[in-house]
T-cell receptor
Framework: DAKTTQPTSMDCAEGRAANLPCNHS???????VYWYRQIHSQGPQYIIH???NNETNEMASLIITEDRKSSTLILPHATLRDTAVYYC???????????????FGKGTKLSVIP | GAVVSQHPSRVICKSGTSVKIECRSL??????MFWYRQFPKQSLMLMAT?????????EQGVEKDKFLINHASLTLSTLTVTSAHPEDSSFYIC??????????????FGPGTRLTVT
């Protein structure tokens, strides 16, 4: 079952903010929203995760709507090196049982344009 | 952040031979490691999950006798593709998860291994 929906592709001008949306309307109350990205021919890279509150780190900001049915990943000043496929993943917290593997959808291919 | 390495980064082998890929967590102990496969222009597909000292759990459709996984220590897991065929050519990626945290936790990925079977 697809738990998240993302646009297939997006373009962003270099230096501008990139806003990547994700719909997760069936998210459960204790499930986290995770974002990873994959640059061509590399392994995925963790970006950020959140539960209810907005989160910010050195890479990006994560805005989660109050009803938690959607979120937006924001790259404040996109560079050419941010060109990648971005994956939004919903996952329950670790509770000591189960492996809680990540299930990757098709993601959004972000192209940062000079 | 935590670092996961894979070796080799690229390998070319002949059909019928076996290939071993190593996945190491360099600065943390990985209680669980995951192996993914990614075909061109497709997303990552989980192949198997391994916990240190236990047998791996394979996803449906993945042949456990063909893709041998060993997780003998908290920092090393290996994937051996036995009797490789051209259709096994793919990008193999491992990831490692550290111990428990109670709340959200990150899964760290290796750089991937490009396998080409001729």
């Amino acid at each position: 079952d697809a738990k998240t929906t993302q646009p297939t592709s997006m373009d962003c001008a270099e230096g501008r903010a990139a806003n990547l949306p994700c719909n997760h309307s069936t998210i459960s109350g204790n499930e986290y929203v995770y974002w990873y990205r994959q640059i061509h021919s590399q392994g995925p890279q963790y970006i950020i995760h959140g539960l209810k509150n907005n989160e910010t780190n050195e890479m990006a900001s994560l805005i989660i709507t109050e009803d938690r049915k959607s979120s937006t990943l924001i790259l404040p000043h996109a560079t050419l090196r941010d060109t990648a496929v971005y994956y939004c993943i919903v996952r329950p917290p670790y509770s000591g049982a189960g492996s809680y593997q990540l299930t990757f959808g098709k993601g959004t291919k972000l192209s940062v344009i000079p | 952040g935590a670092v996961v390495s894979q070796h080799p980064s690229r390998v070319i082998c002949k059909s019928g031979t076996s290939v071993k890929i190593e996945c190491r967590s360099l600065d943390f102990q990985a209680t669980t490691m995951f192996w993914y496969r990614q075909f061109p222009k497709q997303s990552l597909m989980l192949m198997a999950t391994s916990n240190e000292g236990s047998k791996a759990t394979y996803e449906q459709g993945v042949e456990k006798d063909k893709f041998l996984i060993n997780h003998a220590s908290l920092t090393l897991s290996t994937l051996t593709v036995t009797s490789a065929h051209p259709e096994d050519s793919s990008f193999y990626i491992c990831s490692a998860r550290s111990g428990t945290s109670g709340s959200g936790y990150e899964q760290y990925f290796g750089p991937g291994t490009r396998l080409t079977v001729t």
